[in-house]
């Protein structure tokens, strides 16, 4: 408990206590108390300081004592607040007087008047105690059209709400770029309607959308459907598949494409229970149970019928995470399945750790998601719903549509994105370039302060945190290199169909992202271009990134990536929760030293 509540002094050779209190030092030194960490919660994504807001609240007038919390009113998680007041005073007036001062998701959703607070018997004020709310139905507006109720069911399942009101703005809900990909994707399996992310941003609303939807007119377009392929001893490649092995076989006994990472858990897991899941898991995707081989001059993927997996239990006295991850993370044989193992270390305080790795080549971030959601599921006692499709059914109609006009017509998108004399990014550098590139890498981390800013300026110019971020990292491209024309590089989800989203295989395509910067436009100028650009790139986001190399007729320099050399990534969801009964996990994620 000691060394739990005891640091290190920074200052000097003494140890600090840890309050738990949060403060922020002012330009002229003095300490300014903002809270407590635990108060400090996250909603949607955000981070959200509760004292924040009822310090805010307290300071105005006729205000005597009030508590922010965050509870579920109609099963979505809001911000609450609960007011002593002392006379007349309004739930208006309050959220327009905090809209003054605070981020538009920190402002309460709903504010209630009491005439004084629970408190516990220390004297703290018990908020297990506090009322719970009911909605009127003025703040929800339920759906009232067929296309009205079919959106809310999308836009909860997008944003994993309850309930969402037609007249709630999908952005303020926590939507972004990647949401509106899915929405984009959503809307066509549904309604077989054709809408831009651009239409997104016009209608945001439930209400708005579907009146657009009602003025559309419905396409059908058989390439965008995916069948079930017919089973057959190999199948295709698909195009982020060919990237990863051609890649890999430059250097074969790298582990750049490793995917790593482990649970840590405070107690020791059921071994045998951990075992029958990873059985499951493994014979219900078939990317698991993929190998690669040649067939003539082509490569090809082949799948087992089952794989029989077995989970290594190792106890070990000492807990070093480190040196088990160095000798853990080995190269895979692309020629055996099942491309994936994991390994269980029990450590002598009771506390365990489960190290799993993949290769890149079967899954990618989104299916890092689904294994550990399902996971859990299953180790928890829950079933999972079937899927109707598999990786090499996406393979299968990739390979057959690659032709198609609907690839053409992207293919052509690209083409005149990337017209011309295509630019070199010669970043000043404190060393020459090697002739041959390698992927040794490492990660440098800075802090960036409160995004509230960022958050309130994207509203303001209908943007997103990515489009923003890109438009920084364009100027900062610049400002190193004096040039104004560049490329940059960023990888997309590349499930633009509802029907692959709980699939798991290696779908991410890199899109190559061009502007040129204006020294003489303003920011925001610069911001309505990139963001216009980028949501044009999204919606041709399917063209396999190495068809628009090949197209281009790019000469291959090996001390060189084609077509850019710097890539931007924005990751906004964080990990996926881990809630395993009976055990407290967290995650472990070791830096591999790599440059993938």
């Not at 070093?320 to 390994?343: C, G, H, Q, T, Y």
Request: proline fraction near 4%; charge should be negative; charged fraction near 25%.
């Amino acid at each position: 408990l000691t060394k739990k509540a005891f640091i290190k002094d920074p200052f000097s050779e003494n140890v600090m206590y840890k309050t738990g209190d949060i403060a922020k030092y002012r330009a002229d030194g003095e300490l300014v108390y903002i809270g407590r960490k635990d108060f400090q919660v996250k909603l949607r994504g955000l981070r959200i300081e509760l004292d924040e807001i009822t310090n805010k609240i307290v300071k105005l007038e006729n205000v005597i004592n009030a508590v922010s919390v965050i509870k579920k009113v109609n099963n979505i998680d809001c911000i609450c607040s609960y007011v002593v007041s002392s006379g007349n005073i309004t739930e208006e007036y309050i959220k327009s007087a905090l809209k003054q001062s605070l981020p538009y998701y920190m402002v309460p959703s709903h504010v209630v008047f009491m005439e004084s607070l629970p408190i516990t018997l220390n004297g703290k004020i018990d908020t297990k105690r506090l009322p719970e709310i009911e909605v009127k139905q003025s703040d929800y507006i339920a759906p009232s059209t067929e296309t009205e109720k079919k959106l809310e069911k999308i836009w909860c399942d997008i944003l994993d709400m309850e309930q969402v009101s037609i007249n709630s703005d999908f952005f303020d809900l926590g939507g972004d770029s990647l949401c509106s990909i899915k929405l984009v994707s959503e809307v066509y399996s549904v309604f077989n309607i054709k809408i831009g992310i651009k239409d997104i941003f016009k209608a945001s609303t439930i209400k708005t959308l579907a009146e657009l939807i009602d003025e559309s007119v419905a396409v059908e377009d058989d390439a965008q459907n995916i069948p079930k392929a017919e089973v057959r001893d190999s199948y295709p490649l698909s195009s982020a598949q060919k990237r990863i092995y051609f890649t890999v076989n430059m250097e074969p006994d790298t582990v750049t494409y490793n995917t790593p990472g482990a649970l840590l858990f405070d107690k020791h897991p059921d071994a045998e229970k951990l075992e029958k899941c990873f059985n499951i898991l493994l014979n219900r995707h078939c990317a698991f149970r993929t190998y690669f081989a040649l067939d003539g001059e082509q490569v090809v993927q082949k799948v087992l019928p089952k794989v029989e997996f077995k989970l290594d239990v190792i106890n070990m006295d000492e807990k070093n995470l480190e040196s088990i991850f160095e000798s853990f993370v080995k190269p895979f044989d692309l020629s055996k399945a099942p491309l994936f193992r994991a390994k269980l270390y029990n450590f002598a305080d009771g506390s365990s750790a489960l190290f799993i790795d993949m290769h890149h080549i079967i899954c990618d971030g989104e299916s890092v998601g689904i294994f550990v959601d399902e996971l859990c599921k299953l180790y928890n006692g829950e079933k999972l719903d079937a899927n109707d499709l598999d990786y090499v059914d996406f393979a299968v109609w990739e390979d057959k549509n690659i032709n198609s006009e609907r690839y053409a017509r992207s293919k052509r998108f690209w083409l005149k994105q990337l017209d011309g004399e295509l630019p070199v990014l010669n970043m000043p550098t404190s060393s020459a370039r090697p002739n041959v590139q390698s992927f040794d890498g490492n990660k440098i981390y800075r802090t960036i302060s409160s995004n509230a800013k960022v958050l309130e300026f994207c509203k303001k110019h209908n943007s997103t945190p990515f489009t923003f971020l890109l438009s920084v990292y364009y100027i900062a491209l610049y400002k190193y290199t004096n040039q104004n024309d560049l490329i940059v590089g960023s990888p997309i989800i590349g499930r633009d169909k509802a029907s692959l989203y709980n699939i798991i295989g290696m779908f991410v395509n890199s899109l190559a992202l061009r502007a040129k910067v204006d020294s003489k436009s303003t920011f925001a100028e610069f911001l309505r271009v990139v963001t216009a650009n980028c949501f044009n790139c999204f919606e041709h986001q399917s063209e396999p990134f190495d068809e628009i190399v090949k197209a281009l007729k790019i000469s291959r320099d090996t001390s060189r990536n084609p077509l850019f050399d710097t890539m931007f990534i924005y990751q906004n969801e964080g990990q996926p929760e881990i809630k395993l009964n009976g055990l407290n996990t967290t995650y472990y994620a070791p830096d591999d030293h790599s440059s993938k």
